[in-house]
């Protein structure tokens, strides 16, 4: 096996490894090159600082990981802020020879002096795999709590009852009492989810949600992220992956919004927004459990609550999963 090192934008799209991505069980969509290379646009450090690595078996590419230098640090593509899962992805049987490869061939760069690889889930092969590989090439390597280092996670059955019935009765019966009190005291309501046609719209009024929020969240939607979200939404919804979803009732006001990424059989729940006004009647916590329902009418076994270790995700079933740091040394 070969790693082939490339610091060429252009190999997002002449190297493309869309395909790898859902052969690996750790892979993601924060592992897609379309992601990746749309974080790296809007938000790299050092854009000129880009490192592609290209892990190929017999003249066929089988591994593919996206890093970046800051200073003389190298960390994987994506950012903690915006990307929950980082890290390579290859064919399955070849993740031990491509991280003691990969590792290899950055023994061999001098163009940094510590890795600081965070978002590897534990449950995950390439954690040990990369710390393994680190240590066979004389390196320290060190496994670290990582920012927000939790996911909660939720596997889903096959219908929105059989999901319900699965559940403790008291999570089960307080998702129901919480649908019915914001019917009884705000009056009908229903779900709406974007479209081609409504996603710039829907996307003016999430945006406008979430500015209202109190605290760190209420000043994350700075206008460079207010972009990375609408060219999320223009790039991935045509696909079926970017899905945007509101509360609303029969005026059209929203309550709350939902964005979320269905890829490969999993819906990650990446961002929220509520209307402070309606607080007392928990809309976001009811637009979750409609996104579960819609997750599994569309054919879904997973939910991912994503990193950030918060009460609430437990409320729908989801388990702890950890996700950790490796700090490489040379």
């Known amino acids: 096996m070969d790693v082939v090192f490339s610091t060429d934008p252009l190999d997002f799209a002449r190297r493309d490894w869309s395909s790898l991505v859902p052969l690996d069980p750790a892979g993601t969509f924060f592992h897609t090159p379309g992601f990746l290379k749309l974080y790296w646009e809007e938000f790299a450090h050092e854009p000129d600082h880009l490192l592609l690595a290209f892990a190929e078996e017999d003249g066929t590419q089988v591994g593919a990981t996206a890093f970046e230098l800051i200073g003389t640090t190298l960390r994987f593509l994506g950012g903690t802020e915006v990307t929950d899962y980082l890290g390579p992805v290859a064919l399955p049987e070849l993740q031990p020879a491509t991280a003691k490869e990969l590792l290899a061939g950055l023994a061999r760069r001098e163009d940094w002096t510590e890795a600081d690889l ?77 479209t081609q046609d409504t996603l710039e719209g829907f996307l003016d009024a999430f945006v406008e949600l979430h500015r209202t929020s109190e605290g760190p969240k209420g000043v994350f939607m700075q206008p460079g992220m207010e972009i990375f979200f609408r060219r999320l939404g223009e790039a991935f919804l045509p696909r079926g992956i970017f899905n945007l979803t509101f509360i609303e009732l029969d005026g059209h006001r929203k309550l709350a919004g939902t964005i979320g990424f269905r890829y490969e059989g999993t819906y990650s729940l990446y961002n929220s927004a509520f209307d402070r006004e309606f607080q007392a009647v928990s809309p976001g916590m009811v637009l979750v459990a409609e996104d579960i329902r819609i997750a599994i009418e569309a054919g879904c076994s997973a939910f991912d609550l994503l990193k950030g270790d918060y009460a609430y995700k437990y409320r729908f079933g989801a388990v702890p999963r950890a996700v950790r740091r490796l700090v490489v040394t040379r």
């Open 118 to 194: 965070r978002g590897l889930p534990e449950d995950r092969p390439w954690l040990g795999l990369l710390a393994e590989a680190a240590r066979d090439q004389g390196m320290g390597a060190e496994v670290l709590e990582d920012q927000n280092g939790v996911a909660p996670f939720l596997a889903i059955p096959g219908s929105y009852e059989g999901y319900l019935e699965q559940l403790p009765a008291k999570l089960r019966h307080e998702i129901k009492r919480k649908a019915r009190k914001l019917e009884a005291e705000i009056g009908p309501w229903h779900i709406c989810l974007a």
